[in-house]
């Protein structure tokens, strides 16, 4: 997984009055847990926004100016509910030997039989929770949906995977091919034609017969 280095200073204060200090100095207030003890830092606002604005997932690299440099991955992040503005993130230490829980982006490939035929393609999950050792973290998880024709469902159970574990219950939809609502109207109109013309076929007999 690609990784992203977030240079800060380890900071002293961390009381609501420094916290609002360091805002207006654009600096962000951060934790990285995890460890032996949290580690209390701020970075640059702008450092973020490689991390935070992107459908990507990304470890992080914490380097400190002390030397200290951490390997973590996002774990929370505080907006303001105005200006959006990010007020301060959360952060979980990695270790090598020990797995973390991390949702991954999914991205869909191919072009499938059923949207070809008419159908459109419903991505009920765009991420998907999975655990697994640091360096087995994926950058995304891949679906080929080539083969899925209308009316046709993938489930994460088409998923399953040895360097990773899918944090979903079996019968969680990853995506699925439904009828266009302009195709079950065109079904339904030569459905009711199809009646009608079995309805006359049914009658003129009839109506001979009586003659």
């Known amino acids: ?9 380890q900071r002293e204060g961390v009381g609501k009055k420094a916290s609002k200090a360091l ?11 995890g460890g032996d003890k949290p580690v209390h830092f701020n970075a640059e606002e702008l450092a973020f926004s490689k991390l935070v604005y992107t459908p990507n997932a990304h470890t992080v690299v914490i ?5 200290d440099k951490f390997n973590a991955v996002l774990q929370d992040i505080q907006f303001h509910p ?15 030997d020990k797995q973390i829980s991390m949702e991954i982006p999914v991205h869909f490939v191919g072009s499938s039989k059923g949207v ?35 009316g046709a469902k993938l489930y994460v159970t ?16 990853v995506c699925q091919i439904k009828r266009a609502r302009a195709a079950m109207v ?13 309805a006359e076929g049914t009658d003129a007999p009839a109506e001979e017969g009586q003659e």
């Open 1 to 9: 997984m690609k990784s992203i280095t977030i240079n800060g200073s």
């Open 23 to 33: 805002r207006n100095a654009g600096q962000v207030p951060c934790v990285l847990y």
């Open 63 to 67: 380097s400190l100016e002390n030397g």
């Open 82 to 96: 105005v200006t959006d503005r990010i007020l301060h993130v959360d952060f979980y230490q990695l270790f090598e």
């Open 116 to 150: 070809k035929a008419g159908g459109v393609l419903r991505k009920n999950a765009r991420k998907l929770r999975v655990k697994a050792l640091p360096s087995n973290l994926p950058d995304f998880i891949e679906i080929d949906i080539t083969d899925l024709k209308i």
């Open 158 to 173: 088409a998923l399953e995977n040895e360097a990773y574990k899918i944090l979903h219950t079996d019968n969680t939809v």
């Open 186 to 198: 065109i079904a339904t109109d030569e459905d009711e034609e199809e009646l009608e013309e079995g």
